[in-house]
């Protein structure tokens, strides 16, 4: 083969070589551009979550500022869109106290919610002999006083939105369910008694979603 057609077989590589990128290019630059049209037309709703009750099993304070706690909660979780379906993943909850965790995490099963559907989970949020932070000491002690504390329950993960065979990436959640919890094993305004000295509480209260 001589130089001329060996530079002549070379060009012409270089040359498929460019068309077949610029056509995949292309082709990334149209999924995307569809992607983001079904997107802006759909508009898509973030979850609504509920905290509907809690059943305490143990919640108390022991000295110096000593958390021990044992709770299940019910979460409801609904989709409030028509042609959107919503991929929970990595979900864990939790609880806080004055921004301070004070329970260990639970994990949540993923799941696929579909158009409209609703999920409930039940989980328990619970923590041996944690300790409280000597910043937030006055404000236990006076809720200790009152006979109980505002809680904020967490759920963390990540949703993926999907829209017939097209699925987004990921994107975090952050849920906060704010709750007033009473102090020891006896029930407060509207608790009921169940099981071996635990009290539920009927909450149905809605909670801060970010997307």
Not at 181 to 187: E, K
């Amino acid at each position: 083969m001589s130089v001329k057609e060996c530079t002549h077989h070379k060009d012409r590589k270089r040359k498929i070589a460019r068309r077949l990128c610029a056509g995949l290019l292309i082709l990334l630059f149209l999924i995307l551009l569809t992607i983001l049209l079904v997107w802006a037309i759909l508009q898509p709703k973030k979850p609504r979550f509920i905290l509907q009750d809690a059943t305490i099993f143990n919640f108390n304070v022991s000295a110096p500022n000593i958390f021990s706690t044992s709770i299940q909660i019910t979460i409801f979780a609904r989709n409030p869109n028509d042609k959107v379906g919503v991929y929970y993943d990595k979900m864990k909850t939790y609880a806080n106290y004055h921004n301070q965790q004070i329970t260990y995490y639970t994990q949540i099963p993923s799941v696929y919610q579909g158009h409209k559907d609703v999920n409930i989970w039940s989980p328990f949020v619970f923590s041996n002999n944690v300790p409280i932070s000597p910043l937030n000491g006055p404000d236990l002690k006076s809720d200790q006083q009152n006979g109980g504390v505002w809680l904020d329950f967490k759920v963390d993960g990540r949703v993926k939105w999907r829209v017939g065979t097209i699925t987004t990436g990921h994107y975090h959640l952050h849920v906060t369910c704010t709750a007033y919890v009473p102090f020891g094993n006896r029930p407060g305004d509207g608790g009921i008694i169940v099981g071996n000295n635990a009290i539920k509480y009927q909450i149905a209260r809605s909670c801060d979603v970010s997307v």
